[in-house]
């Protein structure tokens, strides 16, 4: 009977943890971004926020930071892969960063970064020049709350 009731409860569990996991969304953001660096390193700009479950939102971003670094850089349709989470809504907050970099006219950036379980791994196009390391972070806000659809 003990067996039985062990069996059940690890059925349970397993049902549990799938149904968790399906319940989870992939998303990506695209986004552009512009800024400067003499030893304070700045950049805003703006994106859109897609998850596979449906959910949207429209973003502003705001990297601040600084560091042994200097120049002025741009990034055009640069694309975001977030980790998987449960709602668009565990994205939106403040990622902690530490880049490195060397770039002049034209560049490719990558970046990881990273807010408790969330990861996000932003790479993107840009010109401009920069040279230097920096910590910084980078946060992301809904731009309208209306936005985010299910």
Do not use: P
Request: glycine share 14%; hydrophobic share 40%; proline share 0%.
């Amino acid at each position: 009977m003990r067996l039985k009731a062990f069996a059940w409860i690890l059925v349970g569990m397993c049902v549990a943890v799938s149904s968790a996991s399906a319940r989870e969304t992939s998303c990506t953001m695209k986004y552009n971004l512009k800024g400067w660096s003499a030893f304070y390193k700045t950049a805003s700009g703006s994106g859109t926020v897609r998850c596979d479950n449906g959910q949207r939102a429209e973003v502003r971003l705001a990297s601040r930071g600084g560091g042994l670094t200097a120049g002025k850089t741009e990034i055009r349709d640069g694309v975001g892969y977030f980790s998987r989470v449960s709602g668009i809504n565990d994205l939106f907050g403040r990622y902690d960063a530490a880049s490195a970099g060397a770039a002049a006219g034209k560049a490719v950036t990558a970046q990881a970064l990273i807010k408790g379980n969330v990861h996000l791994s932003l790479t993107g196009k840009g010109k401009g020049f920069e040279l230097g390391a920096s910590l910084g972070r980078l946060t992301i806000s809904r731009v309208n709350s209306s936005a985010a659809r299910r």
